[in-house]
């Protein structure tokens, strides 16, 4: 696309050096800068784009985006919000493949992932070509890329949307995160539906207080957003935006909504329960264990109907969904234990896949579970005592330290173990912690190993390492037995 054509599409202050050049690519990471690119510069978290703006133009890059003018002899768009411009022009650059598909938003602090799986399996089920986007990845036409951000930036955001355009997808299913929102990522996407799932405590290490991360979220059902809104009215933010949101659809089990569910029953291997759909009434099992997922299943059915599929249809796509990787999984059992790993990274998401758990478990409920180094430091003693409070017993490790040291962040969780409880034990090494547990277990016993569910690395000093915990697992439980079947056989 030629630089003039894309100046047309796009709000900019000024254009310095203009030349008519030829935009082939564009992007913001200075070390993936390719010849033809389109350069974009802002400030963003610890780094400004417009100091690596030279090495772009060094690797290829044709032209910037800048929110200053800058030394460099080029083609520059200047602009008051480098961010918002980058959306905008990945938007025109691409065609517009946003405007070709029925994209619904999934935001809330816990349950966006299985909730965006249960919505795709349903769309599956009623042959509808779907893609999802979000925290494990992006699936679409036999496609998988691995996971990087929740809510990917613009440029290759839209990128991945013109493929799908491409690969014949009617329906997209993403997790809108609240940074994603604050940084205007999604901004120009008009959603077909957005769906809020929950509000409790996360990401105060950005937002400082939980008013500004409430704002950050509520961008999702500003006006001409989305077209309809599916809330939680159970949750006292999602029933304040419905006083200032139109066509809202709710679903709740506490207070009245246009989606219930009675006759719940519940187990380890999941749950059944009559659904009131709009007044439509249906038997659904769900192979995921706790209420939690009775909710996010009810967001997902509730999204369906409004966008025209049937009951059974809806039902179909929730009982054909056997599991969404590391979301309260169980992933082994030993010696009548049974262990599970969750992505619980929260107070309220720790909170509820305990208590699912503790519902069931004949024996002792021990918990393993760290929390983030570089992040919301007040949740971590919030989640020690909740831990201490439910669980039997809590081995306290590692989890994603980053730049911190991991026993300062493990002390401060144990400040709302101590007054609790002395079950604990502390062990930094979180595959050492999950072995220690393990040898902890006998029948009736349950595991519950919480924070990365099916992450993949540990990051430990700006380094991802290796690591995911169901392997740690199975390897343990691998080494375990070929060594009692080797002293046997000797």
């Given at each position: ?26 992007g913001a990471d200075s070390k993936h800068a390719m010849s033809g690119d389109l350069f974009f510069c802002f400030k963003g978290g610890e780094h400004d784009g417009h100091d690596f703006a030279a090495e772009a133009v060094g690797a290829g890059a044709v032209a910037l985006v800048t929110e200053r003018e800058l030394p460099i002899p080029v083609p520059q768009i200047l602009v008051k919000d480098g961010r918002g ?41 009623a042959g509808k070509v779907c893609g999802n986007i979000g925290t494990l990845g992006i699936y679409y036409a036999n496609k998988e890329i691995s996971p990087d951000l929740t809510t990917p930036d613009p440029s290759f955001l839209y990128r991945v949307f013109a493929d799908m355009v491409q690969s014949g997808v009617e329906y997209v299913v993403m997790e809108v995160s609240a940074h994603a929102l604050y940084f ?307």
């Open positions: 696309m030629l630089l003039g054509n894309l100046l047309k599409e796009i709000t900019y202050e000024s254009v310095k050096n203009y030349m008519d050049v030829e935009i082939e690519g564009i411009a980058a959306t905008q022009i990945a938007a025109a650059f691409y065609g517009h493949p946003e405007k070709k598909m029925k994209i619904i938003g999934i935001t809330g602090t816990n349950g966006k992932t299985t909730t965006a799986h249960m919505l795709a399996s349903i769309l599956a089920a205007g990522k999604v901004d120009g996407i008009a959603f077909e539906i957005g769906v809020y799932t929950n509000f409790t405590e996360d990401h105060l290490d950005f937002f400082k207080t939980m008013e500004r991360y409430a704002e950050a979220k509520a961008r999702l059902f500003t006006e001409n957003r989305c077209k309809k809104a599916v809330l939680n009215f159970d949750d006292a933010e999602c029933l304040r935006l419905a006083s200032i949101c139109e066509n809202v659809s709710s679903y709740a089990l506490e207070n009245p909504a246009d989606v219930f569910a009675v006759d719940i029953r519940e187990n380890f291997e999941g749950c059944r329960y009559v659904i009131n759909l709009f007044d439509e009434l249906y038997d659904i099992r769900l192979n995921m264990a706790g209420i939690h997922n009775v909710y996010n299943s009810m967001a997902a059915a509730a999204c369906a109907k409004l966008l025209g599929i049937g009951l059974p249809s809806i039902a179909e796509g929730l009982s054909s969904l056997h599991r969404v990787s590391g979301r309260l999984e169980r992933v082994a059992g030993v010696n009548g234990a049974d262990i599970f790993v969750d992505f619980a990274h929260t107070p309220d998401g720790l909170e509820k896949s305990l208590t699912a758990l503790k519902r069931h478990c004949k024996g002792r409920l021990i918990c393993v579970f760290g929390c983030g180094g570089n992040r919301d430091e007040l949740k971590r003693p919030i989640m020690g005592g909740i831990s201490a409070r439910l669980a039997d017993f809590s081995v306290l490790t590692s989890d994603n330290p980053r730049y911190e040291d991991p026993f300062d962040i493990i002390e401060q969780i144990e400040k709302g173990v101590r007054p609790v409880t002395d079950n604990y034990v502390i062990v930094v090494d979180r595959e050492c912690a999950i072995e220690y547990a393990m040898d902890m277990l006998k029948k009736g016993d349950v595991l519950l190993i919480a924070g990365k569910g099916g992450e993949e690395y540990q990051e430990i000093m700006g380094v991802k390492h290796i690591y995911s915990d169901e392997a740690a697992v199975k390897n343990f439980l691998h080494s375990k037995f070929s060594e009692k079947d080797s002293k046997h056989e000797s």
